[in-house]
Structure formats: C-alpha cells, structure tokens
C-alpha cells in the first residue's frame, strides 16, 4: 500500500474522514505524539489498528473526541469527578478513564467495561475528527514497543506501506503521551503520567493517587494493560541516571570512560551542559542533547527522537539523563524507566 503524507490543508482532512468513515486507518498529529485513527464504532476497523502495530488485543484504544457531545457517544456516564477534569483539562493532554457507552465495541476496549476519552488540543486532529463524524479510536503510531512518534517522519518509519494516509502536522508539542486518570474509582487514578501533572490533577480533582502498578513493585499489576508491556525502548539497553550527580559533568566523563573500557560504544541522552562536557570522551554521532539542564518541557519533548535516534547509531549501550520524580519529570521518569526495564545507576557522591 501506498501511504500519503500531506500536510494539513481542508482537502487532506476531508480525504482523511472519508477514508476513516470507509473502515481505513489515518496516523495524525496530537499535542501528545501522532495517533493511528479509526472509526470507534467499527470493529474490523479497530482490528487493523493491532494488526498494523502488532498490538496484543488486550490492550484497549483510546477514544478521542472533538466536543463535549462526542464524550456521551463514547462514556455512559461522566461522573462529577470526570465534569470537573473536563471541564478544567479539555481539550489536552489528559484521557479519562470511564464506564464504556453500550455502542463501543469491546474489542476496542479489551474487553474492559470502561473507555478512555480523550480531546486531544490539537487542531489537526479535532478538525479529522469531526470530519469523520464519530469518536475515533487511536494509539500512538508505533509499532508496539518502539518509543511513540512525534512528527510525521517517526511515523512513516513504523507505518510506511501499511497505512493510506499520515497527516503531518509537524512536530507535536508535549512529546509524551497523555495523563491516564480512572475517574470509575472513588479517589481519582492516574494510569499514566504525563503533562497533566499530579499536582493540577489534585487542584480541580481534591486527592488523587497513582495506581500502585506504576511503581516498580512486581506484585502489583497495573491497570492501564498497556503498562506491563515494554515500552518506549531503543534496540540498544539504556540505563537510566538519577541522583545528586547526576548534572555533573565531571562525573558523566568517568562514567562514560569506565563503561568504554569494556570496549563498547556507549551513546547518551543528556541536558546539554553534559553533552558538551562529553565533547572530548564520546564522537559527536553518540551524542544526543535534549535541552537545557532543568528544562523538563525540552526533554520531554525531545525524549523519544532521541531514543530513536540511538537506533540509527553504533550505540551498543545508552546512558540516559534522569530528573527529580515530580511534576513532568514524573512522566519522563515513568517512560525512562520503561525503557531502561528498571536499570537505574544512582550518582551519588562516588562510583
Ligand atoms: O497521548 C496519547 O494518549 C496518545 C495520543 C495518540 O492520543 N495515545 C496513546 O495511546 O498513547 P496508546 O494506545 O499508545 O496508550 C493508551 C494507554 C494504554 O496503556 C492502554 O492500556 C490504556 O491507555 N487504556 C486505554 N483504555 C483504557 C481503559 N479503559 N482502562 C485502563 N487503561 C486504558
Ligand atoms: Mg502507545
């Protein structure tokens, strides 16, 4: 199959709702990352978004909605929680967590009484969307277990071929994924971490929590499906780097150095005052700078070009920049972390 890229003009949207309408799948850009679409309300639709991405078909799609009308057509209910969240969140990177209106297919929900709603901010894919009429049903546009794309040439990497149309909209602006919150529980949930942090979350929502199998304890399972698998990982192993040396140069060369002596090619994700301090130790190609130091709205946004691009490289070991565990760098510790399986090294004081 021949995929088209076209950028966003009326023409490229309408092919895109009737192609959508027609049972087809369209990859469009969010303020997220880019999302592979089909009609929710249409099976065998759905069933060629997990034959396209190699999905297991127990991880549900996501429902993405253009106005508040479209959220009735894919939730029974929007409880008070879920009307505050609404109302203070969408459209944005949030998705919600509720009981599935009877119309949506339970494949396209694993088989879960609850859907995900989401409206996305992003004029793009609203504008799709209500050209198709219907709540379209969208994961990210990878292939399951690559890192998520965020432009229109991530996209047609994994999709290339197998898809009619990828609407390029440029890069997307958050670079993670969305904040999952289950509004069916009594104390809000968050699934997923992402640029709808906790601390606004609990300001519009009073308490919420994290679901306990987002950390990194194996007893609990977590309960967005999605979560157990590996994610967002680049070919070569990476190793995350957290702890009060972590912003140092200094100790960033002896690390580096020490890993090389084992004579592998170690690439590193890392602010941009490292990477210049690694200048000497590491060839230019092995290195990949995702923003100031502290800037966690650059890193986020530049995390998965990154590990994408370790995958164009020599790189047979990554090194990747943690941040503090708050806020967004929840997020970008959450996908770090997935990435690594766990491998963490903490820089204290000495090694
Ligand atoms: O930002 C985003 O959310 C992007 C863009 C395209 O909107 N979409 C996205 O979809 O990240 P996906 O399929 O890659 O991730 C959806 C996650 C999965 O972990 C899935 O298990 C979880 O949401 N999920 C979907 N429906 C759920 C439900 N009813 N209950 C719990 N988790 C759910
Ligand atoms: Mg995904």
């Known amino acids: 199959m021949q995929t088209k890229i076209l950028g966003a003009t009326d023409s490229a949207i309408a092919d895109a709702g009737e192609l959508l309408?027609?049972?087809e799948l369209v990859a469009f850009p969010t303020e997220t990352v880019y999302g592979l679409g089909a009609n929710a309300f249409d099976a065998a639709a759905c069933a060629k978004i997990y034959?396209?991405?190699g999905r297991p078909s127990d991880n549900p799609l996501i429902l993405h909605i253009a106005n508040r009308a479209m959220a009735d057509m894919a939730a029974a209910e929007i409880n008070e929680t879920a009307a505050k969240l609404i109302a203070a969140f969408?459209?944005?990177p949030l998705t919600l967590v509720l009981p599935k209106a009877r119309a949506v297919p339970s494949a396209v929900t694993g088989g879960l009484p609850t859907v995900g709603v989401r409206w996305p901010a992003n004029e793009i894919a609203c504008r799709m969307i209500l050209a198709a009429g219907v709540p379209i049903a969208a994961p990210s546009a990878n292939l399951s277990g690559r890192p998520s794309p965020t432009t229109a040439a991530m996209t047609a990497e994994d999709l290339a071929g197998k898809i009619p149309l990828i609407l390029d909209g440029g890069a997307t602006v958050v670079g993670l994924e969305s904040t999952i919150v289950d509004c069916t529980t009594k104390m809000a949930t968050i699934?997923?971490?992402g640029a709808i942090t906790a601390e606004m979350l609990a300001k519009v929502a009073g308490d919420v929590c994290y679901d306990p199998g987002l950390g990194q304890d194996d007893d609990f399972a977590p309960k967005a499906p999605g979560m157990k698998y590996r994610h967002y990982a680049p070919k070569a192993p990476l190793t995350v780097v957290v702890?009060?040396?972590s912003g140092s140069g200094e100790f960033w060369r002896r690390l580096v150095q020490k890993l090389q002596a084992t004579?592998?090619?170690?690439?590193?994700?890392?602010?941009?005052?490292?990477?210049?301090a690694l200048r000497q130790t590491v060839s230019e190609k092995l290195l990949f700078a995702y923003g100031e130091p502290g800037d966690l709205t650059s890193m986020a946004a530049k995390l998965y070009e990154g590990l994408r691009y370790f995958d164009t490289t020599a790189a047979d070991f990554l090194l990747a920049q943690g941040t503090a565990n708050a806020g967004l760098g929840a997020a970008i510790m959450n996908r770090l972390l997935k990435a690594s399986g766990g491998r963490v090294i903490t820089a204290g004081g000495d090694m």
């Not at 004579?263 to 210049?276: E, F, K, N, P």
């Open 51 to 53: 034959r396209v991405k």
């Open 263 to 276: 004579g592998q090619y170690i690439g590193v994700l890392a602010d941009s005052t490292i990477i210049a």
């Open 90 to 92: 969408c459209p944005g």
């Open 21 to 23: 309408k027609r049972g």
């Open 191 to 193: 699934l997923r971490p």
């Open 243 to 245: 702890g009060g040396q």
